[in-house]
Structure formats: structure tokens, C-alpha cells
């Protein structure tokens, strides 16, 4: 039977998946906030050679993104799924990418010239991550690698804010506004609704599988920041 023919019979005791996901990296979670580039980037005093960095990185980064949520529209038959996969695609382009060209700009590069910049290493891994799930992995599987990017900088976009709200010349602002968005907020909440909705129709193995992935994802999300941080460089 396929997943639109069955009825939803969530256990109603016991957390949602994606919260039980979550619960099982916590600590690593966590140490996404208090990450020294995260930090830095919320009072504004990250160097702007290690913002350049990220901002080059993740430019590239997205490009990925973007293919894997067009190979989303390819793992299911609900036509509201593949519209919301295509918008996403759309989004990751026009929004994301936009701001990562505007910041591209200051710093005098074209957004092709941003394109011949090399992966870092991590980038390099993550990547390959996100792309091998999106091709031959099941769509819970590739919903759940892409829900640590969208709900991470949701909440680090969140947290930064609060905590030390930018002030107008703050100079990564519309980075902070953009991920602190209830546009971007929507990203998150709507994959973890899809992928909520599938969880009864897992196998103990096919669950843990989703554990696996979602902390690898984390891991790698860690790992961004760390590269930007550190502005990795191969041997
Ligand atoms: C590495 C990374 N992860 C997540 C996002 C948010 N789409 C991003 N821009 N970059």
C-alpha cells in the first residue's frame, strides 16, 4: 500500500520522530550555538576573511541543495510535495543564493567568478552526503538528510537574534535576518511535518538507518562552521 492510501496512526505518547532524531544528537545540537564561527558571526566580530570563506563555501554548498531538492520531486506522486520541493529549489536560488551573491559582490567577486573557487575539503564530503541519499536513498532517507540544514540555521538564526539583536550596521545582518525568517522557519517545520507523517510506516531498521543519516548531516553541519573557522585548506 502506498503511503497516501494508509491512515496516519501516530502514537500519540510518544515524541515525533523528527524530535526523537534530534534528541539523539542533542549535545552536538547544542554545540552548533556555541561554535566559536557561530558566535562570531552573531556579535558581528567574525573576521570578514573567514565570512568570505563560509559565504564562498556555502555558495557552492547550495548549488548541491539544489539538486537535491529537485531529486526529491522525483521520490514521490503527491503533487503538493513536488510543488513544495520545486519552490524550495526556486528559494534556495533566488533567495539564498541572491544573498550569498550580494555578499559576493562586496567583496568584489561576480556569482560566476564565486563558482571557481574549490571545495574545501568538508564541503567536499558533505556534499557527496546529501546527493548519494537524494539518488538512490528513499524519501524519508532524503528528508531526512536535508532537516539538520534547514532546522539548524533556523535555529541558529533564532538564537543569534535573541541574543544579541543586530544593530542596523551590524555587518552580517541580512544573514542573521535571513535565516531567522519565518520564511526559513517554514523550510524546517514543513520537512519534519512530511517526514513525521511516514514515521508509522517505518521498520525498526529503516528508523535507525534515519538516525544514522541525521546525525552524519549534524556532523557535517558542525563540521561547516569548524571549516569555515579554521579556513581549511587541502594538504
Ligand atoms: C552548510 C549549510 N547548511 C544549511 C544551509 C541552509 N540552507 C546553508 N546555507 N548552508
Not at 536535508?146 to 538564526?157: H, Q, R, S, T
Not at 535507525?208 to 581549511?232: G, N, P, Q, V
Request: hydrophobic share 40%.
Amino acid at each position: 500500500m502506498s503511503f497516501e492510501t494508509h491512515p496516519y496512526t501516530a502514537d500519540m505518547a510518544r515524541p515525533r520522530l523528527s524530535e526523537r532524531l534530534r534528541e539523539g544528537c542533542r549535545s552536538l545540537w547544542q554545540r552548533q550555538m556555541e561554535h566559536p564561527f557561530v558566535v562570531a558571526l552573531g556579535n558581528g566580530t567574525l573576521p570578514s576573511a573567514n565570512f568570505q570563506f563560509y559565504i564562498l563555501q556555502d555558495a557552492l554548498f547550495l548549488d548541491e541543495l539544489t539538486k537535491t531538492f529537485a531529486y526529491a520531486t522525483t521520490k514521490t506522486t503527491n503533487h503538493e510535495e513536488m510543488e513544495q520541493f520545486g519552490t524550495f529549489v526556486l528559494n534556495t536560488l533566488l533567495v539564498e543564493a541572491d544573498l550569498h551573491h550580494r555578499y559576493g559582490e562586496r567583496f568584489g567577486l561576480s556569482p560566476a567568478e564565486m563558482t571557481t573557487i574549490p571545495m574545501a575539503p568538508t564541503n567536499y564530503a558533505y556534499t557527496p552526503h546529501l546527493l548519494t541519499i537524494a539518488t538512490v536513498g528513499t524519501l524519508p532517507e532524503l528528508l531526512t538528510a536535508i532537516l539538520p540544514c534547514a532546522w539548524i540555521y533556523a535555529e541558529v538564526g533564532h538564537h543569534l537574534l535573541d541574543t544579541v539583536p543586530p544593530a542596523p550596521d551590524h555587518p552580517y545582518r541580512d544573514w542573521l535576518l535571513t535565516y531567522a525568517s519565518p520564511d526559513f522557519d517554514s523550510v524546517g517545520t514543513w520537512i519534519r511535518e512530511r517526514l513525521d507523517q511516514r514515521a508509522p510506516f517505518l521498520n525498526a531498521q529503516e528508523e535507525a538507518r534515519l538516525h544514522e543519516i541525521f546525525l552524519t548531516s549534524t556532523r557535517y553541519e558542525w563540521l561547516f562552521w569548524d571549516m569555515a573557522w579554521k579556513m581549511e585548506e587541502w594538504p
